[in-house]
């Protein structure tokens, strides 16, 4: 093999290396720019899960005090009827 055909191959090689560079560059691109997507997607569906989680948190404390005066108004209710039973005990027993 002659210098000149040796220096073609190189060169061959180098241009077939230099290709397959860029085509890994350009792949790593694409995949680079969907996995951005894909993470700007996941921030935006993980900040929607947060607003869900803090709107139940607040309908989970109103729906507490909302028991708790419930629960507060049953146990009036109740001291007046126990009341009014006491007096009927009273008259029935007058």
Excluded: C, P, Y
């Excluded at 191959?9 to 969907?34: Q, Y």
């Excluded at 894909?38 to 109103?62: F, P, T, W, Y």
């Excluded at 708790?68 to 039973?85: F, H, T």
């Amino acid at each position: 093999m002659t210098q000149v055909q040796e220096d073609v191959n190189v060169l061959e090689s180098l241009e077939h290396r230099i290709r397959k560079a860029v085509e890994l560059v350009t792949a790593l691109r694409k995949e680079n720019e969907a996995l951005s997507t894909k993470l700007s997607q996941a921030v935006a569906d993980r900040e929607a899960a947060e607003e869900l989680v803090s709107k139940a948190n607040d309908d989970s404390i109103g729906l507490r005090k909302e028991l708790e005066g419930l629960q507060a108004e049953r146990k009036q209710v109740r001291s007046r009827i126990e009341k009014l039973l006491g007096q009927m005990d009273l008259f029935g027993a007058g």
